[in-house]
């Protein structure tokens, strides 16, 4: 049943009475469905096959799986100041309502946006890979060449049905896809460790951090048998580490629909970013072992090798059912990936649209539904919008892989570590500049771990701007790809912009910017 919420007044610390809106509908979720939802976004499989190989290829080689390390101490370090902000304030708007409070309502609207954008395009991104698998899928399988927009239209479809009722049903269906592709990657895992490793010996060198900041260089055996000389930049490895996290922060957005979210949440919050951390460098590691390293490197130069990877080992131990098996797991891991970032993106939307930023959002957007307590027209916006994005890269010729996948993951990618970066440094502002409750306040939790974590994300981003034409690929040359930081730019100070305007010409709506909050969660 729809219930509603109060903003607060300015500075009131607990709820006024400028407006009444829509809420969520609460308890519908606990701690195993905000947890498949965290994980879902950042696609076990998709991300080990799809970038695993790129960063073994053309960044760190072999010691990939340290990149992966380094990694998940950084995100953990942000996870640890963000779990902490998320025991004081609930609301679906995370990094929103968290910016809002730590560095000011301007800056924290512009973050906003820029977090709306990220997730509207990458539900888009992820329809445009799910339709490449399903292309490559149905050739190989049936002999069938598909058009990918039709797998495109088919999951446009399906995610607006299945987000518009109770999100349990989401997370069901998000909890099928999520532990049948962790199972797979796990017996590959599994096969390499239990029959002796692999024929170049067990690389542990892979496992130590500080190689992940080796870049590739040297000669090793192709394919052929002819030796290839290689190399890398130990940048691109780490920054397609840090790409295959992206989405896990999404579990504080689902704080309003939880059961006892000042608890679930920050667990949801730090297991979701050390647990896929820990799978992560096993797997990459265990499969780079079981594949050989230097025939790993060699396998990595030709996109068309690159996944036998993970191929190789799975086909020796398991037989090809198994090689077959991973390539559907492809195709429903990137579904359910993209499913997880449509209910991100309606999230989103809707907590923009509840605090009327413009006049007639909190009837619209902002509204839930009477009976589910879904964000029905929200969760219809972002359909509408990610349905304009796919026909634009369809309608202009683009491909579906390096163009509807690779260029709105780049855009994607550039937004939210902006955001990801500001919300690190909000924690310091919230609990150090503005001293808000000390009791929680504390030299590594609040301060020293969200500081190394924000400037963890900084370095992503410099690695991101440094490296975005490799990541783009042959989309490098495209006008679109040009137009990202434009994109990114014009968004952010959008979001900036119309905030100074409230401030001055509507101070009530300015006041609400960010503080519409779960009551029973509300600063005390």
Same mark, same amino acid.
Request: glycine letters at 12%.
């Given at each position: 049943?729809?219930?509603t #919420?109060? !903003?607060p007044? $300015?500075?009131?610390?607990? @709820? ?5 809106v829509?809420?969520?509908k609460?308890?519908?979720?606990? +701690?195993?469905?905000?947890?498949? /939802?965290?994980v879902?976004?950042?696609a076990p499989?998709t991300? /080990?096959?799809g970038?695993v190989p ?9 010691y990939? @799986?340290a990149?992966?390390f380094?990694a998940?101490i950084?995100?953990?370090?942000f996870?640890?100041g963000?779990a ?7 609301? &679906? ?11 000011g309502?301007?800056v924290?609207?512009g973050?906003?946006f820029?977090?709306a954008l990220?997730?509207?395009v990458f539900?888009a991104s =992820?329809?445009g #890979?799910?339709?490449?698998f399903?292309?490559?899928?149905f050739? *190989?399988?049936?002999g069938?060449?598909v058009p990918w927009?039709v797998f495109?239209?088919v999951m446009?479809?399906v995610n607006?049905?299945? !987000?518009y009722?109770?999100?349990?049903l989401a997370?069901?269906? +998000?909890?099928v ?8 990657l796990?017996?590959m895992?599994?096969?390499? =460790?239990?029959?002796?490793g692999? @024929?170049?010996?067990w690389?542990w060198g892979?496992?130590? @951090? +500080?190689?992940g900041f080796?870049?590739? *260089?040297?000669?090793v ?5 002819s030796?290839?000389?290689? $190399?890398?930049?130990a940048g691109?490895g780490?920054?397609?580490a840090?790409?295959?996290w992206?989405?896990?922060?999404s ?7 939880s ?12 297991s979701s970013v050390?647990?896929i ?5 096993l797997?990459?590691?265990l499969?780079i ?5 230097e ?6 130069? %030709?996109a068309s090798?690159?996944g036998?990877?993970?191929? &190789?080992p799975v086909?020796e ?6 090689v077959?098996?991973f ?11 993209? /499913?997880a970032?449509h209910?991100?993106a309606?999230?989103?939307l809707?907590?923009l649209?509840r605090e009327?930023?413009v006049p007639?959002m909190?009837r619209?957007?902002?509204a839930t539904?009477?009976?589910h307590g879904?964000?029905h027209?929200a969760?219809?916006v972002q359909?509408g ?6 026909l634009?890269f369809d309608?202009?010729?683009r491909?579906?892989y ?6 709105m993951?780049l855009?994607g990618?550039?937004a939210i570590m902006?955001v990801?970066?500001l919300?690190?440094?909000s924690?310091i502002s919230?609990?150090h500049v503005?001293?808000n409750h000390p009791?929680?306040a504390?030299?590594?939790?609040t301060f ?9 994300m ?6 991101l ?8 690929g042959?989309?490098?040359g495209?006008?679109?790809f040009?137009a990202?930081p434009f994109?990114v730019?014009?968004v952010?100070v ?6 100074i305007? =409230?401030?001055?010409k509507?101070?009530q709506?300015?006041s %609400?910017l960010?503080?519409?909050v779960?009551e029973?969660?509300h600063?005390r």
């Amino acid at each position: 049943m729809s219930e509603t #919420i109060d !903003t607060p007044s $300015a500075g009131s610390g607990s @709820p006024g009475s400028s407006a009444s809106v829509q809420r969520l509908k609460p308890n519908a979720v606990g +701690l195993v469905g905000v947890l498949f /939802m965290a994980v879902a976004t950042a696609a076990p499989i998709t991300a /080990m096959v799809g970038n695993v190989p790129i960063a073994v290829g053309f960044g760190n080689g072999a010691y990939a @799986p340290a990149g992966y390390f380094v990694a998940t101490i950084v995100l953990t370090l942000f996870a640890i100041g963000y779990a902490a902000m998320s025991r004081h304030i609930t609301a &679906t708007g995370a990094f929103y309502g968290y910016i809002s409070h730590g560095l000011g309502r301007i800056v924290g609207l512009g973050a906003g946006f820029l977090t709306a954008l990220a997730y509207m395009v990458f539900e888009a991104s =992820l329809i445009g #890979i799910f339709s490449f698998f399903g292309n490559d899928l149905f050739k *190989s399988f049936f002999g069938v060449d598909v058009p990918w927009i039709v797998f495109a239209v088919v999951m446009l479809a399906v995610n607006t049905v299945l !987000t518009y009722f109770d999100i349990n049903l989401a997370a069901k269906v +998000l909890g099928v896809f999520l532990i049948t592709e962790i199972i797979m990657l796990a017996l590959m895992a599994g096969s390499v =460790l239990f029959t002796g490793g692999g @024929p170049q010996g067990w690389s542990w060198g892979s496992l130590n @951090p +500080l190689n992940g900041f080796t870049s590739l *260089s040297g000669e090793v055996a192709g394919t052929d048998g002819s030796m290839i000389t290689v $190399a890398g930049s130990a940048g691109v490895g780490l920054f397609f580490a840090f790409w295959s996290w992206v989405g896990f922060e999404s579990s504080a957005m689902y704080g309003e629909e939880s059961r006892n979210p000042k608890k679930i949440i920050p667990i949801a919050v730090v297991s979701s970013v050390v647990g896929i951390g820990v799978f992560y460098v096993l797997v990459s590691w265990l499969a780079i072992v079981g594949t050989g390293p230097e025939n790993a490197v060699a396998l990595a130069q %030709d996109a068309s090798t690159a996944g036998d990877i993970f191929f &190789t080992p799975v086909h020796e131990h398991f037989g090809m059912w198994a090689v077959d098996m991973f390539k559907i797991l492809l195709m429903t891991g990137s579904f359910a990936c993209g /499913m997880a970032f449509h209910n991100c993106a309606a999230r989103y939307l809707y907590a923009l649209g509840r605090e009327n930023v413009v006049p007639g959002m909190r009837r619209t957007i902002g509204a839930t539904h009477p009976v589910h307590g879904s964000p029905h027209i929200a969760g219809f916006v972002q359909t509408g919008f990610a349905t304009v994005v796919v026909l634009f890269f369809d309608l202009t010729g683009r491909d579906p892989y390096t163009g509807l996948y690779g260029l709105m993951a780049l855009l994607g990618t550039t937004a939210i570590m902006i955001v990801q970066a500001l919300a690190a440094f909000s924690v310091i502002s919230y609990f150090h500049v503005h001293k808000n409750h000390p009791e929680t306040a504390h030299w590594f939790k609040t301060f020293l771990a969200p500081l190394l974590g924000g400037l963890g994300m900084a370095y992503v981003i410099y690695l991101l701007t440094k490296n975005a034409s490799f990541a783009a690929g042959a989309a490098a040359g495209d006008w679109v790809f040009s137009a990202i930081p434009f994109v990114v730019g014009a968004v952010g100070v959008a979001g900036i912009v119309l905030a100074i305007y =409230l401030k001055y010409k509507d101070p009530q709506r300015y006041s %609400d910017l960010g503080r519409t909050v779960l009551e029973e969660a509300h600063e005390r």
